[in-house]
């Protein structure tokens, strides 16, 4: 299969220590490319985050800190007659203001989970001649294509296949980039001579702007990044170097 890059002398940088970005596919019965390689495109960013909801343990937080105070026991008194309502809870409610003390919400974070990566790329592709516009026509369409889930029946359809992202520092993984787990393509938008309104004389645009959103199939944890058995004192903390494999297709 082939190995498709864009511009077309790239694959001569490649081969000694340039960096560049490759997009493969899970689906293994593509017989159109093996691989795509692209230009690492500038400002590329990566968002790792966690969710974090706050939970209000109110009195049970508070259980087990020392003795007793008055102040607790006003606190907790006004706390019970506010569940009764009426005229016993407006009393110790009042007895409370009073004494100027209320239940401490014992406010705590509780982690809610991390949150599924995505990321974007563009490309502005400016073909030199033709051919390099029919090359930067053909990454764009498989993209596209690939986007797309096939049908499977009436009613049923096939998952698009994975994409596996890796960067490249020539022939090398470069550790120096994020290590991104198997995506879907969520979209591919394709902005033509965005700057000139200019065309080669078969037709094909100069200039082709090519965005494209990933997103990782799944949520991560440490492991999926990190080899869990390396310490802060022996450890460079780069990413694991096993690289994840996207799912095979479905038959």
């Known amino acids: 299969m082939a ?18 970005v490759g997009f493969t596919l899970s689906d293994q019965s593509n017989q159109q490319f093996d691989r795509i390689h692209l230009y ?14 706050t939970v209000d343990l109110g009195v049970v937080g508070g259980t ?26 407006e009393l110790s409610q009042a ?15 509780a ?6 990566r995505s990321f974007n790329f563009s490309f502005k592709m400016v073909s030199q001649s033709s051919d390099e516009a029919n090359v930067a026509r053909k990454i764009e369409q498989l993209f596209r294509k690939y986007m797309y889930p096939e049908l499977a029946g009436k009613i049923a ?10 960067f490249y520092n020539g022939k090398e993984v470069n550790k120096f980039m994020p290590k991104i787990l198997p995506c879907y393509l969520m979209s591919v938008t394709a902005t033509y001579n965005s700057s000139s309104n200019s065309f080669h004389k078969d037709g094909s645009p100069v200039e082709v ?38 799912n095979s297709k479905v038959s």
């Open 209 to 246: 702007d090519l965005n494209l959103a990933f997103q990782e199939t799944k949520a991560l944890t440490r492991g999926d990044l990190f080899d869990l058995d390396d310490t802060a004192s022996d450890s460079e903390l780069y990413y694991r170097e096993d690289n994840p494999k996207t």
């Open 64 to 89: 087990g800190e020392g003795d007793v105070t008055e102040a607790d026991s006003a606190a907790q008194s006004a706390k019970i007659g506010s569940n009764f309502g009426g005229i016993f809870g």
């Open 111 to 116: 982690f809610g989970g991390t949150q599924v």
């Open 40 to 53: 690492v495109p500038s400002g590329f960013s990566i968002p790792d985050a966690a969710s974090y909801n």
């Open 157 to 166: 359809i096939k998952y698009p296949p994975q994409f596996q992202i890796t």
């Open 3 to 20: 190995i498709i890059t864009y511009p077309l002398g790239l694959r001569e940088k490649a081969n000694g220590s340039f960096p560049h």
């Open 95 to 109: 007895q409370a203001i009073g004494k100027g003390v209320a239940v401490n919400p014992n406010t705590n974070l």
